[in-house]
């Protein structure tokens, strides 16, 4: 089963940055597609943004634009989630899942799709926790 493990939250003043990580055992995060999500304490799970397989695109929620910035590094089998200005109401656990994969047997394989952000999000991290405040 795809591992995925999210780090970096932590607390951070108004108008800081943080970036958090997402990194994967045993399957190489090139291959998927990558989503970011966020859920504050009770409301619903929002997504952030979406980094397509390979080099196929990145794609936000429009109210994420701007200050929101997803990205990899596939030498460290890593995407990042960089995220500027940060707001209180940013304040929530973020989570990333894999997208554009599928189990056969104990194998997970790339699906056909050309992006993959529009598959199903089938594996989540444990997600980490990050909080705005002064």
């Known amino acids: 089963q795809v591992q995925l493990v999210e780090s970096g939250g932590n607390l951070v003043q108004p108008g800081g940055s943080l970036r958090l990580s997402c990194t994967a055992s045993?399957?190489?995060?090139?291959?998927?597609?990558i989503g970011w999500f966020r859920q504050a304490p009770g409301k619903e799970r929002e997504g952030v943004g979406c980094i397509g397989r390979k080099n196929t695109g990145t794609t936000y929620v429009d109210s994420m634009k701007g200050r929101f910035t997803i990205s990899r590094d596939n030498a460290k089998n890593t995407v990042y989630l960089q995220m500027n200005n940060m707001k209180p109401e940013d304040t929530a656990a973020y989570y990333c899942?894999?997208?554009?994969?599928?189990?056969?047997?104990?194998?997970?394989?790339?699906?056909?799709?050309?992006?993959?952000?529009?598959?199903?999000?089938?594996?989540w991290g444990q997600g980490t926790q990050v909080t705005v405040s002064s």
């Open positions: 899942a894999a997208a554009g994969g599928f189990y056969r047997g104990s194998g997970y394989y790339p699906t056909t799709g050309h992006n993959g952000c529009d598959e199903d999000f089938n594996d």
């Open positions: 045993g399957v190489t995060l090139a291959n998927y597609a």
